[in-house]
């Protein structure tokens, strides 16, 4: 199946799981190792103590590992749509120009006229990755759904930590007697 002229075959399924959301899952799966989960679960523990859900620290990580592991180059495809696009900007009339093989076996849509730009880029699998228009401050990312996936995971496996160490955290105050909390030490 061709979506767009672009060229990307089986991305769209009826009634079934599509080939994008298999893909998506099993990139963010393996993105997720069992030193990445412990990584998670100490960021949390530690965050818990803070009494901060999700403090930055958390955030960059999970940043950097899924621009590491699950995100598309997407830097490419845009510097060579932007070339194609100053280079449309010099026609008066709609242009419109489908472009397959950009880095990365990425493609892309672009539509220039006299008033303004606008442009997708798509994956090999055909997701839009990210979005131009001249009217709305440049260039968009869009998440695929392989990072969506990844989001959901890390943020799942954080949460149960977050929260396992917030009730250690309350057991281990209830555990001291009352006595205990109000008892001070007067001598002199």
Known sequence: MQIGGLGTKGTATLGGTSQIQ???????ENAITDGFVKQIQTLARED?????????????????????????????????VNSIMRDLAKEQERVKVFLERLMGNCSAKVQSDSIGQTAEIYSPDGEVIASYNSFGGGWTEIQTKAELAFKGETTMIYYHAYKEARA????????????????????A
């Open 22 to 28: 298999k893909s998506a899952k099993k990139t963010a």
């Open 48 to 80: 818990a103590e803070k009494g901060i859900y999700m403090d930055t620290e958390f955030r960059q990580m999970r940043r950097a590992r899924m621009e590491q592991y699950v995100s598309p180059d997407r830097a490419g495809p845009m510097s060579q």
């Open 168 to 187: 250690e955290m309350k057991a281990a105050a209830q555990g001291r007697s009352p006595t205990d909390a109000a008892t001070m030490d007067i001598r």
